[in-house]
């Protein structure tokens, strides 16, 4: 059976996810110790168990949600914490035994294990992945799903793509639960129209209970308002409200809790002080930037028109000159804004890797902090300020009018509650070299390059996709939907890149993106900040907390709780 999997029905879906909650009202007293003597892990929810919305995993829209169904429900590839790179039977719980690849790079044949099975008994099947990835894929490069056995399915790709199971791991739900005769009726189900197709799903995660599951833990009790309570044997896990930060840490400090996962800023070096705490701290999957317009921001244009002939962009006053953007790049103490913005919880960026990332290459250092040469460079590139002033002017610069100001706007993202101490701080150290910028706050990316520089955050998915491609290359230089928002243009990373969605061999394809890594530092489209760093902390009677980077608890049911 093939079917088309298009983006618009997981679009028309999630927006059901805040009206669907499941009536799991059962008793649950205070979590007692298990037969062994030991006690269950226990972490702060601050959503609240009433807000946590359908436990189902296509349709979570916050981290409570995602916290538990991650412990609940399989996904379909398997990870390697050791590497951060996707591998068969990466955990217990992945479904995928293997995986192949048709010559042209466009046909993957995932075979699935057949020795795993739902919590009550009805085996996992090809069945539940092709159910869960009509609603979970949401790339536009995955063009179908097609059964081949009860244990292998093949999806299709629009082109090849090395990065293709970054696309194909989903989470997998049990279908009998909301389909109980699908395998039969297939047919009769995908000729359904949409509508009726959304109806079905909202009444099905309407009435789905997650005492269905088969993850690292299974479902045990909800009680509102109060506590979630997972279990794998001996090991509980307590999901459990509280009304902020202070309360959940203040707990934890008294021993009452025992985990927690990315406490604020103001209150990790309290934690740190604490005694009787593992912590471990790493950069995460958090990180920040500035995009540079390279075009005429006056006439913003696609790099393409409608017949796919290029079009003459323009150039922006400022950032068309690469003098220019690396004057901005050292002039700008990217450790001082994290000791400011993060109270020193972040990790300076090289380039466009995050160091999270398994294609980031950690020989490559971040471009230093020197207002000197950032001067120097400015004195050389023709800007000058010779009426002493303290904003430079286009005196023998190319890329703009004599007497244009060094002067532009920063727009950034006020979604984000350290960027405007970012963009305070930005101004006033490139103010020291001969900048002026005056600072706008956006809620969203801004609407057809309408701008000078734009401050963003961006969240990278486990493992990082390292694929930047629509982000840094004239493919994605569309007004109408694209990503290169700069307009940034090079024809040696538009021919790395190319290279890199068919080079699948890990070692050579981090090698081409290391020379991206390179020439992306060197060129400066972004000026690189950095990343947020993760922070995790479990109390001394936790033993065996092994956590690698992203993969914090890959090895949980090993760990064990003094009570």
């Known amino acids: 059976m093939r079917i088309p999997i298009p983006a618009l029905r997981v679009l028309l879906i999630v927006a059901l996810a805040f009206s669907l909650a499941l009536p799991l009202v059962l008793p649950f007293p205070t979590p007692a110790a298990s037969q062994d003597g030991s006690g269950p892990i226990r972490e702060p929810n601050l959503y609240g168990t009433v807000n946590i919305g359908s436990l189902n995993p296509l349709l979570c829209d916050n981290p409570a949600c995602r916290r538990i ?68 894929i949401t790339s536009r490069f995955v063009q179908s799903a097609e059964l081949v056995d009860d244990y292998s399915i093949v999806f299709s790709l629009s082109e090849a793509n090395c990065s293709a199971l970054n696309w194909l791991d989903f989470p997998v739900i049990p279908v009998h639960m909301f389909e109980p005769d699908f395998s039969n009726r297939l047919d009769s189900w995908l000729d359904a129209p949409l509508t009726e197709q959304v109806n079905a799903l909202f009444s099905s995660h309407a009435n789905i209970s997650p005492t269905v599951s088969a993850g690292i833990f299974a479902f045990d009790t909800l009680q509102p308002t109060e506590y979630i309570r997972l279990q794998a044997g001996d090991l ?18 008294a021993g009452d809790l025992n985990l927690l996962v990315n406490p604020p800023f103001n209150r990790r070096e309290d934690i740190r002080a604490a005694s009787g705490v593992q912590i471990v701290e790493y950069p995460g999957l958090m990180w920040s930037g500035i995009v540079l317009n390279f075009a005429d921001p006056a006439n913003p244009l696609s790099a393409y028109d409608d017949d796919g002939n290029l079009l003459d962009q323009g150039h922006h006053p400022l950032f068309s000159d690469p003098q220019v953007r690396r004057a901005m790049q050292f002039g700008i103490d990217v450790n001082t804004l994290i000791d400011s913005a993060l109270l020193g919880s972040g990790t300076v960026m090289a ?35 010779t009426n002493h002033d303290g904003i430079r002017e286009c005196i023998t ?64 998915s486990f493992p990082v996709n390292p694929d930047q491609s629509l982000s840094f290359t004239r493919a994605g230089d569309d007004l109408n939907g694209g990503s290169n928002y700069g307009s940034y243009f090079n024809p040696d990373i538009e021919d790395l890149f190319a290279q890199a969605k068919t080079v699948c061999d890990p070692t050579a394809r981090a090698d081409l993106y290391h020379q991206i890594q390179s020439i992306l530092q060197s060129d400066q489209p972004y000026i690189w900040l950095f990343t947020v760093n993760d922070m995790l902390a479990v109390r001394d009677g936790v ?21």
């Open 351 to 385: 380039a466009n890797q995050p160091p999270s990332s398994w294609a980031a290459d950690s020989t490559l250092a971040p471009v230093p902090y020197d207002p000197d040469q950032a001067r120097r460079i400015l004195e050389s590139a023709g800007w000058k300020d």
């Open 69 to 136: 169904t991650s412990f609940l429900f399989p996904h379909l590839i398997g990870i390697d914490p050791t590497t951060g790179q996707f591998t068969p039977s990466g955990d217990s719980t992945a479904l995928a035994a293997s995986w192949d690849v048709s010559a042209d790079g466009t046909k993957y044949t995932i075979h699935l294990r057949d020795d795993l099975t739902w919590t009550d008994g009805t085996p996992i099947t090809a069945y539940d992945v092709f159910y869960s990835g009509y609603f979970a």
């Open 397 to 460: 610069c190319t890329t703009a009018d004599p007497g244009t100001l060094l002067s532009f706007e920063l727009l950034y993202d006020d979604m984000v509650s350290y960027h405007p101490i970012l963009v305070s701080l930005i101004s006033q150290q490139l103010a020291q070299v001969g900048f002026y910028v005056y600072t706008a706050p956006v809620s969203y990316p801004p609407d057809y390059q309408y701008f000078d520089a734009y401050l963003f955050s961006a969240t990278e």
């Open 236 to 253: 509980g896990f307590s999901y459990e409200d509280v009304s902020g930060w202070d309360e959940a840490i203040a707990r934890f400090m």
């Open 543 to 563: 033993s065996g907390f092994d956590p690698y980077p992203q993969a914090p608890f890959w090895n949980i049911l090993d760990w064990t709780v003094q009570q």
